[in-house]
C-alpha cells in the first residue's frame, strides 16, 4: 500500500531539510517525508575528493550533487547574510522578509554547532575597486568549512531523521498533480506515495527532471540567463588583503568591448579546486577546508561571463553544456587547465610548461588551450576582466595564473508560481536552486523556511 505523508519533500538539501525542520517544529505531529534520490550524507563519497581518483569517474550518483545535505555537502559553506547575490528571492519577498528568513536559518545552523564568526562588509575595499571601475558585493559572510559544514548538516539530518521519514536512494519520477501520487524508484522498483502537500525541493541536480515534468504538465517556463566562464587558482596571498578582510570578494566588471558583466565569485581562501559532474558533463568549482592541516598554497574563484539571451534562443542551459562538453571532448572526458600567459600568447600549455609553473595544480586537470572551446565573447571579457582585477589585487594577471574550464553556471528553469505554489498545481509548491530562484545555501535555506510558514499558516487555518 502507498504509504500517505501530510507533506513530502523531495530533495534533502539545505531548501529541503529546512522546509522539514521549520514543519516539525511547528507541528510536532505532521507526518512528513524527505524523498532523496542520493545516498545518506555520511555514505557520500567522491573518489576525486578522498584523492582515489585523479579525474571524475562519472559515478551513476554524483556525490558532490547529490545525497543528504544536496549540493551543499561538500561545499565551502560560505553562508551570505544578503540580498544583494545569491540568489532572486527578492524578486518574490521584500529584502527585510528574505535577511530574516536567513538569519532565522542561520540560527537554526548554530544551534547544530555551526560557526558564529562573521566577516564584515568593508567599505574601503569596495572604494579601492570602484577607483578601477571593478564593483564590489557588500556582504556578512560566514565561513562555515567544507569539514564543519559537513558536521552541521549530519547532525540536523540526524535529528530530523527521529521526526520524520527520511528514504534515500529513492528517486522521483513523477508526480500526478491532480491525486498529489509520487512515484520513485528505490532499490529498483517502483513504488509510490501520496502527500496532502508536495514541495519539489530538487536543486541544480533536478534541474532536467523538474523542467521535464512542468513541461509535461502545462507549467510555463522562464530561463535565459547562463554564466561561463574559468576556475581561477594563484597564490593565497596575491588576494589576502581582500580575504583577511572580507573571507569573499564578491566582484563585478562590465567589459569596455562589449559591455558584458563578468563576476568574480566562489572564492575559496588556501583551497582546492575540483571537478563536478553536472549530469554527465565535467565541469569545475572549488571547495575550502577550514581545518588548518587540510589548506593549501593557493586561492580560487570562479570568473565567470554573463549572457542573457533574447527571442528566438530558449536553451542557456543546452548552450552551456556544448561548450562544456567541448572541453570534455578536447580533454578526454576531463576539464582542461591553461597557464594565463600561454592563452594570451595564444598557445597551448602541455606537460612541460605546466610543470614549469610556480603555481602548482590543486587539481588533476589536462593541459591544453581553452580558445579551442570557449566562445571568443566570453574569452574576451575574461581576459579583459583579468587585467582589471589585477589593478587592486596586483598579481592575478601573472603569467603563472591557472585557468580551469571550463566553470559554468546555469540556472534552473523557473516554474509560472505563485506564493512558490506551481502554476495550476494546488498545494504542489517549488522552491530552491531546482526552481530557478536561489543560486546559495543561504537563500534556498530561507526559501524552505518561508515555503514551511506558508503551508503551516494554511493548517492552521
Ligand atoms: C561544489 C559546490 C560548492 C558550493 N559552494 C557554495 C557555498 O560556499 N556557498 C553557497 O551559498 N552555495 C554554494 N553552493 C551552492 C549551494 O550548494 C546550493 O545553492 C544549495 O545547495 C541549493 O540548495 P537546494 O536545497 O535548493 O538544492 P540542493 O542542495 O542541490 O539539493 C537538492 C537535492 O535534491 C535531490 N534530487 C534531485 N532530483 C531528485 C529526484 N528526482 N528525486 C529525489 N531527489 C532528487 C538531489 O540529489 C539533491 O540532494 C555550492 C555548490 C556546489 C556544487
Redesign the pocket.
Known amino acids: 500500500m502507498a504509504k500517505k505523508y501530510d507533506v513530502a519533500i523531495?530533495?534533502?538539501?539545505?531548501?529541503?531539510?529546512m522546509t522539514a525542520y521549520r514543519l516539525l517544529e511547528r507541528n510536532p505531529d505532521l507526518s512528513v517525508c524527505i524523498?532523496?534520490?542520493?545516498p545518506p550524507l555520511t555514505k557520500r563519497y567522491c573518489p576525486v575528493i578522498a584523492k582515489k581518483a585523479d579525474g571524475c569517474l562519472s559515478c551513476t550518483?554524483c556525490s558532490?550533487?547529490?545525497?543528504?545535505?544536496?549540493?551543499?555537502?561538500?561545499?565551502?559553506?560560505?553562508?551570505?547574510i544578503s540580498t544583494e547575490y545569491?540568489?532572486w528571492l527578492t524578486e518574490f519577498l521584500k529584502p527585510e522578509t528574505v535577511i530574516r528568513y536567513i538569519e532565522e536559518a542561520d540560527k537554526i545552523m548554530v544551534s547544530f554547532g555551526a560557526t558564529t564568526e562573521r566577516f564584515m562588509p568593508d567599505n574601503e575595499l569596495k572604494k579601492l575597486c570602484i577607483m578601477h571601475d571593478l564593483h564590489m558585493h557588500q556582504a556578512q559572510v560566514k565561513h562555515?568549512g567544507t569539514d564543519s559544514n559537513f558536521e552541521t548538516m549530519r547532525k540536523l539530518i540526524d535529528s530530523l531523521g527521529q521526526k520524520c521519514e527520511i528514504v534515500t536512494g529513492?528517486?522521483?519520477?513523477d508526480v500526478d498533480r491532480e491525486k498529489h501520487e509520487i512515484i520513485?524508484t528505490e532499490k529498483q522498483a517502483e513504488k509510490t506515495a501520496s502527500a496532502e502537500r508536495i514541495v519539489f525541493?530538487?536543486?541544480?541536480?533536478?534541474n532536467s527532471?523538474?523542467s521535464k515534468w512542468c513541461m509535461k504538465n502545462s507549467v510555463p517556463l522562464q530561463n535565459k540567463q547562463v554564466d561561463i566562464g574559468v576556475r581561477v587558482e594563484l597564490p593565497a596571498m596575491v588576494w589576502e588583503d581582500f580575504s583577511k578582510r572580507i573571507y569573499e570578494p564578491k566582484i563585478w566588471y562590465r567589459s569596455k568591448r562589449y559591455g558584458d558583466i563578468t563576476r568574480m565569485f566562489?572564492f575559496n581562501e588556501r583551497g582546492n579546486v575540483?571537478m563536478?559532474n553536472a549530469d554527465g558533463v565535467m565541469t569545475v568549482?572549488?571547495?575550502a577546508y577550514r581545518d588548518e592541516a587540510r589548506k593549501t598554497e593557493n586561492s580560487n574563484f570562479a570568473l565567470l561571463s554573463t549572457t542573457n539571451f533574447t527571442q528566438p534562443f530558449k536553451a542557456p542551459v543546452d548552450y552551456a553544456r556544448e561548450v562544456a562538453s567541448l572541453a570534455n571532448l578536447i580533454s578526454g572526458g576531463s576539464v582542461l587547465v591553461q597557464r594565463f600567459g600561454d592563452l594570451i600568447n595564444g598557445r597551448r600549455t602541455d606537460e612541460k610548461r605546466l610543470k614549469a609553473s610556480t603555481t602548482r595544480p590543486t587539481l588533476h586537470a589536462v593541459p591544453g588551450d581553452l580558445s579551442l572551446c570557449m566562445p571568443k565573447r566570453q574569452l574576451d571579457n575574461i581576459i579583459e576582466t583579468l587585467y582589471a582585477l589585477n589593478e587592486i589585487a596586483p598579481g592575478t594577471s601573472n603569467h603563472d595564473t591557472l585557468l580551469y574550464g571550463v566553470e559554468c553556471k546555469y540556472y534552473s528553469a523557473r516554474p509560472k508560481c505563485e506564493d512558490f505554489v506551481i502554476d495550476g498545481c494546488s498545494e504542489i509548491y517549488a522552491?530552491?536552486?531546482?526552481?530557478g530562484v536561489?543560486?546559495?545555501?543561504?537563500?534556498?535555506?530561507a526559501?524552505?523556511l518561508y515555503v514551511a510558514d506558508q503551508i503551516s499558516e494554511k493548517l492552521q487555518k
Open positions: 523531495i530533495g534533502g538539501g539545505i531548501g529541503g531539510l524523498l532523496e534520490k542520493g550518483s558532490i550533487m547529490e545525497g543528504m545535505a544536496g549540493a551543499g555537502a561538500f561545499s565551502d559553506g560560505k553562508y551570505v545569491g540568489g562555515l529513492a528517486c522521483v519520477t520513485y525541493a530538487v536543486g541544480r541536480a533536478g527532471f523538474f566562489c575540483v563536478e568549482n572549488g571547495h522552491i530552491g536552486d531546482g526552481a536561489t543560486r546559495s545555501l543561504s537563500q534556498a535555506a526559501n524552505g
